[in-house]
């Protein structure tokens, strides 16, 4: 038994039939087949039943396909770890990256690593900032750019900017014209906003709480959706500048400045040291931090650098 059997044997299951696999393996499939008929031997047992439309994990197959998996990964990391330490960092990297910020971060990010660590393959999430906080603390995650970050052990962190939100309103609405709205009015609007945990209503509700305002909103945690219910139906909401760059250019949004007091929040790039892969995630974790100070010195992204990174 060797890894190319294991390997060979994952694939055909996950692709649920021989010839698929063989595709995308790029090995001839009787060539294929003889490799499983040797594995199945060796073991003494049938890994896959063959049918009509495939092939299917035998119950035998599928608790061998679970540990094939394990040591597939296993050596997959254990290669990641010693490639880390060569002259030039190499192997995968998982980089979280907030939804609000993925839209217009994630190309620079990938071309300013194309450009400088070429053999660094980038593995992007997205998801909410609370999730990639989970993500980040269970080693799930090498590195992530987290809004108002909280300390906590296993992880080191860098705070790059702070970041004011903003109102996003129809462009044809009489709010559009405005120079600023007060925070307490926007309450008054057809607002809608993420839903608990994001940080992002957390931030909300504080301020709100501190002013005496009860903040009222509809939920939706997608920024799609809430991007199409304030072009198309007339709402409103509060998101960062950078979050509807897009919408922004297309005149299909307009955004209005939050005064007395303006909401703000910290972005931070937190790298896991559980990352089976240190010197990447390092590099890494350095490239997201300037493409971040790129994208703001030329103004793309409306925040302020912290001091010792706006040199």
Known sequence: MDLRQLRYFVQIADAGNFSRAAE??????PSLSQQIRNLEDELGVELLTRHARGASLTELGQQF???ARKILSGVE???DVIQSQAAYPTGKISVGLPTSAARSLSLPLFRELAATQPNIVLHVVEAMSGYLDDFIRAGRLDVA???DHRAFEHVAYTEMIAEDLMLFVPPGSAMARRGSVPFQKIFDLPLVLPGRPHILRSVIERLAARHDVVPTALDCDSLPAIARLVCEEGHCTVMPHFAFLEELRRNEMAAVPIVDPTPSWRLSVV???RTM???GSEVVARALGDVIVKLV???TWKARLKT???A
Do not use: F
Not at 24 to 29: F, H, K, T
């Open 24 to 29: 995308i393996l790029r090995i001839a499939q």
């Open 65 to 67: 396909y679970d540990h």
């Open 77 to 79: 990391r254990a290669r």
């Open 145 to 147: 750019l987290l809004y």
């Open 271 to 273: 790298v896991s040291q």
């Open 277 to 279: 892969n240190p010197r």
């Open 297 to 299: 010195n030329a103004g």
């Open 308 to 310: 010792p990174m706006a």
